[in-house]
């Protein structure tokens, strides 16, 4: 695999003024290296969770003034695109990087999800690391640390999948940028192995896999 890891000239591309500038950074320095990763990972998350995964890099395409904050890899068991299918992700913003299971507001059966994850609340809430986070909004980089959720404030994020239209759900992992930076290519592989292995349930549950 041609990864060797992030570096500060990555995370920094975050901070170029600019839409054209920033896209023309982003294009040399992160997006080969979450090429490269989305090759690595496809045939793993496979592997996991007995569903064909397609890679699809972030490309930005319908931005004409406001530069992109962040930038990701997805996993979809869909060639054309992931938004409305639960996925995985890994990507970076200026400050972090993510490592993701999620379903976004473009998911037209939120519900069905919602009331498939809302049955498995309870082992979720037992058996997720306490160090994971989740997140309702994919676009902020905030999140609700895993450890200070009751199975009643995770159920409530469950329902809200169900019932409001732009809700999402995201849960996974979070890494700041100095300690990628300090991983390494190897200590990163292994992270982020170790998160997926955690959140390839969410995804077979979310995609009504047995």
Known sequence: ??????????????????????MDALKCTIRPKLESLGEYYAPLLEAAT??????????????????PKDTWVAFANNPRGYKMLPHFQIGLWNTHLFI???V???????????KRLAKKAASICKEMPKDFVW????TKPETIPHGQLKKNELLA???????????ELLCGYT????????????GLIQQINEVFSK???????????K
């Open 1 to 22: 695999m041609d990864f060797h890891g992030f570096t500060q000239e990555d995370f920094d591309v975050f901070l170029i003024e600019g839409l054209e500038e920033r």
């Open 157 to 167: 994020l469950m329902d809200r999948l169900q019932t409001i239209k732009k809700a």
């Open 104 to 114: 976004i507001y473009e998911a037209p059966q939120k519900q069905e999800i919602g």
């Open 135 to 138: 997140s309702v909004d994919h």
């Open 175 to 186: 890494i700041d940028r100095e300690q990628v930076i300090q991983m390494g290519r190897e």
């Open 199 to 209: 959140v390839a349930p969410l995804y077979k549950v979310a995609a009504n896999i």
């Open 50 to 67: 007995g569903d064909e995964m397609f890679v699809h890099v972030a490309k930005h395409a319908r931005r004409t003034v406001n530069p």
């Open 100 to 102: 993701w299971f999620a």
